[in-house]
Structures are given as C-alpha cells and as structure tokens.
C-alpha cells in the first residue's frame, strides 16, 4: 500500500502565520492541472506498482479548484494508477469555500473526507490571522459537510494565539466538540521566519504566551477531547474510535508515498525527493519534460532517526523488532539504552514489542526523541 499526496498551491490570501508554499495567482490554475496531471503520468513508476490506499490534496486551498478541474485529476489518477480504490479521499478545504453548491459538487467525487482549516472560533482572532471565515460560516460549513453525506470530517485548530486565555482557549474547545466531528488536530502557534506573524512579534505588535501557558492549553487539549471520547493518538491529532487519519499515519509508520504538486515530497523507503517550491519553475520543468526536484537518499542513520521522531510521535510507539530487523542490533541496544532512563522515570513504557511515551512523557517529547536519536561521533 502507499500514498498519494497532491498539493494545491492556491492562496485566495495568505495567513500570518503560514509558511507553507503557496501562491496567489488564481489565474493560473487550469495550467497547473495541466502540469500535475503530466507529473502523475511522467511519475507513474514511482511507487513501484504499489496500490493507492490513500490520497490527500493539501495546501495551498485545494477548494480554490472547481468540480471540473478535480474531475480532471482523478481521471489521470484512474488512467495512471487503475481504478481509484484508496479507502480515504481527504480535501483540505476553507471554511468560506464550502458554500451549498460547492459542496455538493464535492459530493459526486471521490472525496469520502473533509479537512478544515477553522484554527479558532474567536472572530476577533480569525480577522487578526488573515482568515477568510467568520466562526459562523466554520459551523455551516461543517453542517453543509454533514447534510451532504461526508461522514468523515477533521477541523484543525490552533492553541497559543496571541492574546489567548484559559478561558478563550475552553471556549474553541467547547464548540469544536459541539460539532461532532470525527478527527480534530491541534497544533500549537509556531513564529516561522519569513512570516507576517513573526515580523508583528518582532516589532512587539504581538506577544507570544508564555510556556507554562502553552503546557497548560496542551493539558486543557489532551483533558477535554478525551473527555468527550476523542482517542489522542498523535501529540497533534485526535480521533473518535477508528476515524484516525489513515494518510498521516501512514507518514508516521514509514509508508511510501508520491507527492506530485510544486513544493511536494516524496518517499520510496530509501530516499526523499522534492518539488520546487515555485509555480513557474514547476510548470516550467514539468512542461520541458525536466522535472524541478531534489532527492536525498537516506543512509541507515538517517533512516533510523527518521524512525525514531515519526513513530514516538504516535500512541504505537516505536517497535523494538522493526529497529533490530531494519537497523541492526546495534540500534537496538542504542535505543533500549537511551530509552532506559524514560523508562525508570516512567516517561517511556514498554509495551510488548514497542516503546511509546507515556501522559507523563508526551509532555517532553521533543526532549524524549531527541535523546533516542543517534548522534555520529
């Protein structure tokens, strides 16, 4: 099995906060399906016959594409890979985008899952943030979502905004849940350089919470959606019994994937490559049948810390059996080793075959992988 990751560069206008690749020139969409589809069938061997259990457009706004250019797309993807058989379909969608009839057009695709870029239900925040939606129009659209037959629905939000309080914090929470979708994903703000976010803060325009405020609304995340049935599974993603999302996991447990699209990732188990971030540059390569990329290919160190920060990430953990088959007995002993003093302090447990972090531990991840990694002399 492997994965299909498409993304959609198109931007009606650009958050504050995101550094993901991503272009204003609507215009420009109908040559770049024309180059993506091209990419899929210049790619076709890439995944080695493997069959397509998943497949996600991100961004970018994918819903800034009609009905007509995403039928497009999956007759390539028919044509290319065989008939579409992939068991989740995700859109990334914006909120305003959802309106009736485009969601009803969505209906009479492929897509069998909707993921929705809300990040809060505080106008004042959205409008600070260069959102496009109001609070109210995330609601309709999750309802439209429901009332057209979508079954499996993910919001995203965003903890740590500038300004935000325990209070404000319970309240996004308190109507997340109200929604009763079936995936929700939090992550916590992050500064990226090269954003307007960062340059406010810079310029003490803004001002970021503090760390014990962080810790506290990761606490107050992990308290109240699980109170109300959502498994935490990733440190960022949240689910209701068997809704996990399927294509992210498949990230985390080493999964080749193809990433068509400017600025997309792949990865075949031994190496990485990677688009240009560049609409022009992209259209321009694939069109010159010279594809803009880079690749990486990954040696067994690489490889084995990959493993490390992608599966301690997830309530699985990382298999004790998978790192002495893949890596050799000496990473083995590597990771028991470093792992030993989480283990004692009770940051770590050992589960059958797997090490994984504990309630304790998931609050000092990053701390956790870092020392499991291997570091070369």
Known sequence: M???YIHIPFCKTRCIYCDFYSTTCSERTDVFVDALCQELKMRKDYLKGESIDTIYFGGGTPSQLNADQ???IFATITDTFGPITACEITLEANPDDLTEEYVSALATLPFNRISMGVQT???DTLRLLKRRHSAAQ???AVRRCREAGFKNISIDLIYGLPGETPQSWTTDLEKAISLNVEHISAYHLIYEEDTVLYRLRQQHKITEVDEDSSLLFFEMLIEQ????GYEHYEISNFAKPGMYSRHNTSYWQGISYLGCGPSAHSFDGMSREWNVASLENYLAGIFSDNRDFEKEELDQITRYNEYIITTIRTHWGASLNYIEKEFGIAFLDYALHMASPHLQSGKLERNDD???LTRTGIFLSD???SDLLWVED
């Open 121 to 123: 239900f505080n106008d």
């Open 2 to 4: 492997a994965g299909l």
């Open 225 to 228: 959606l699980s109170a109300a």
């Open 367 to 369: 701390d956790i992988m």
């Open 138 to 140: 995330a609601i309709d």
């Open 354 to 356: 797997n090490i994984r």
């Open 70 to 72: 995403f039928a497009k």
